[in-house]
């Protein structure tokens, strides 16, 4: 598989895109910096020297509306990954791998479709590993973390990219022969947002109640306080207590 490494770029996302037509599955754009790293909703990703910033190009052949199956698989991943290392790494819905309440990873997945059909998804990983908290911006230091920080000690990037590449294959792997019930069963053993009073903002509302579950397309189910259930593909979760 072919790797396009990077010392700069603006967003491994947008490069991964670019190319994504001509590329095999499985091609991984990666970069030391990202200048115009993008979070989801709209929002700026910090990528300073010492993160893992990288995308992966897929080609599962899946309806766009399972795209987001592929969120929770990288998720899966980096937090298994992550464990590995003895530490206690849990997923937030949608796509945030904390440790300690912290965020140490981000998910941004991009797909491109021809009707229903994905012609490819691009699967964004931002994983702060050798960054000291200095290095990550004062709105958000709070609720961040790095794996320097949280193991204190350096990291060897590449032998953890290396796990993490195996790890990723696996869960492909499965995810394309298994019914998705088994990874949403072990997605939910590591989710902590299951159970949680939650506060989910969209760009249209904000949803508060009980997270409840997930559906196999990734969706959070909520019951408001009106004992109505709702389901939310796509949004901003804060837990509320
Ligand atoms: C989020 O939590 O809002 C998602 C953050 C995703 C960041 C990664 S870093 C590699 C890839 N390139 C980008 O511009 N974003 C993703």
């Known amino acids: 598989k072919k790797i396009h490494y990077f010392e700069e770029v603006t967003s491994t996302n947008n490069i991964a895109k670019e190319i994504a037509a001509s590329e095999e599955e499985g091609t991984l754009v990666i ?8 979070g989801r909703m709209g929002r700026e990703w910090v990528s300073p020297h010492g993160g893992i910033w990288m ?10 509306r399972h795209a987001s ?3 929770l698989i990288a998720g899966l991943a980096v937090a298994n990954v992550i ?3 003895g530490l206690d790494a849990s997923i937030k819905w949608p796509n945030d791998v904390r440790i300690n309440g912290k965020k140490v990873c981000g998910i941004l997945t991009e797909a491109k479709a021809e009707v229903d059909r994905v012609d490819y998804v691009v699967v ?3 994983i702060n590993v050798n960054m000291d908290l200095k290095d990550i911006p004062e709105s958000i230091r709070a609720g961040s973390t790095t794996l320097k920080v949280e193991l204190g000690r350096h990291i060897k990037r590449v032998s953890f ?5 195996f790890e990723l294959e696996q869960q492909y792997i499965n995810f394309k022969i298994r019914p998705f019930s088994h990874i949403l069963n072990e997605w939910l053993a590591l989710s902590d947002t299951i159970g949680k009073e939650v ?3 969209t760009p249209s509302r904000i949803i508060e ?4 579950g997930i559906t196999p397309d990734g969706a959070l189910v909520i019951k408001k306080a009106d004992d109505t259930k709702e389901e939310i593909i796509a949004g901003r979760c804060i837990y509320a207590r």
Not at 31 to 38: I, L, P
Not at 161 to 165: M, P, R, V
Not at 209 to 212: D, F, N, R, T
């Open 199 to 201: 506060k989910v903002t």
């Open 31 to 38: 970069a030391e910096v990202q200048k115009g790293g993008r």
């Open 55 to 64: 995308s992966v190009i897929l080609k599962p052949g899946i309806p766009l």
């Open 161 to 165: 990219l290396q796990d993490l590449l």
């Open 83 to 85: 464990r590995n290392m």
């Open 124 to 126: 964004g990983i931002g």
């Open 69 to 71: 199956r592929l969120t």
């Open 209 to 212: 109640g009980k997270a409840i």
